[in-house]
């Protein structure tokens, strides 16, 4: 019985010692998220992703060419949420407006993601972006279509 009690006073002894290092790691979470949405904020803010999109079950060699130039990325007070002022231009469309868009993280990298969004003007979309590197990589989807999408994001003029 004595063994016991010590047993589990030397378990509460430690875990109660721990509890400054668990709040410890805890706050260095949350600071390294403070920093890597800054970083995100920064990286996208006066920025324009130039690349290209492919279609599927279309061989043509080669991508048709995307330009999405946005003005800034703001953390949404709640959720996962970004709000994305951006300028869209692809094929015949050209047009600007603010998205309300989910970012979700693996690990440092930051996946844009879209499920069935509707975006005024231009439909309804559904897509995985990852951005990386000076670089955006992803699939895409806009009813029967879908594809590819990748190129360099280039910071702007502000």
């Given at each position: 019985?004595?063994?016991?009690?010590?047993?589990?006073?030397?378990?509460?002894?430690?875990?109660?010692g721990n509890?400054?290092?668990?709040?410890?790691?805890?706050?260095?979470?949350?600071?390294?998220?403070?920093?890597?949405?800054?970083?995100?904020?920064?990286?996208?803010?006066?920025?324009?992703?130039?690349?290209?999109?492919?279609?599927?079950?279309?061989?043509?060699?080669?991508?048709?060419?995307?330009?999405y130039?946005?003005?800034s990325?703001?953390?949404?007070?709640t959720?996962?949420?970004?709000?994305?002022?951006?300028?869209?231009?692809?094929?015949?469309?050209?047009?600007?407006?603010?998205?309300?868009?989910?970012?979700?993280?693996?690990?440092?990298t930051?996946?844009?993601?879209?499920?069935?969004?509707?975006?005024?003007?231009?439909?309804?979309?559904?897509?995985?972006?990852?951005?990386?590197?000076?670089?955006?990589?992803?699939?895409?989807?806009?009813?029967?279509?879908?594809?590819?999408?990748?190129?360099?994001?280039?910071?702007?003029?502000?």
């Amino acid at each position: 019985m004595h063994q016991i009690r010590t047993l589990s006073l030397a378990l509460l002894v430690g875990l109660l010692g721990n509890m400054p290092l668990m709040q410890a790691a805890e706050l260095e979470g949350a600071e390294s998220t403070g920093a890597k949405f800054a970083a995100f904020e920064k990286q996208l803010t006066n920025a324009t992703l130039v690349g290209q999109f492919t279609t599927k079950g279309q061989v043509n060699g080669t991508g048709k060419k995307e330009e999405y130039a946005i003005s800034s990325v703001k953390k949404m007070p709640t959720g996962d949420f970004w709000l994305f002022k951006a300028r869209i231009k692809y094929g015949g469309t050209d047009i600007t407006l603010p998205m309300s868009l989910e970012v979700k993280w693996a690990g440092d990298t930051p996946i844009i993601t879209l499920t069935e969004t509707t975006i005024p003007g231009l439909g309804t979309f559904s897509a995985r972006v990852v951005i990386y590197d000076g670089q955006y990589a992803g699939i895409w989807k806009h009813d029967e279509y879908g594809g590819q999408m990748f190129g360099e994001i280039r910071k702007t003029e502000e």
